[in-house]
């Protein structure tokens, strides 16, 4: 396997591909921050669930993607902070997502957040992704 640049860009593209091509389950390695995200979309009820596969090396993450009436529930996966060009907020900055609709993953120094955890919280910190 080749290395990775940018594991969360990656993440988002195979989840993204995934739901696509109308598929249920996506793997992909494991790392915490990606483990962080993943929780957070499980919360956030776009993906069922997912697990960590011990592969004797960093470990396999597959995730269950959620479907409605054969629809994806994750209709658009935006990365925004990439290593070439990072994208921060303040407390304050963290906009809204498709007017309340979707939601913008953010970490912080109190962890990956959700955007609206940052308002309330009053943290900011790079925004990763948008996902609606």
Known sequence: MSSINDPISDMLTRIRNASMAGLRIVEMPASNLRREVAKILVKQNFVEKFVIVDDGKQGLMKI????????PAIQGLVRVSTPGRRSYAKSGGVAKVKSGLGIAIVSTSKGVLTDYECRSQRVGGEV???VW
């Not at 269950?64 to 629809?71: A, I, K």
Request: hydrophobic share 25%; charged share 25%.
């Open 128 to 130: 990763l992704c948008k």
């Open 64 to 71: 269950l993607l959620r479907y409605t009436d054969g629809q």
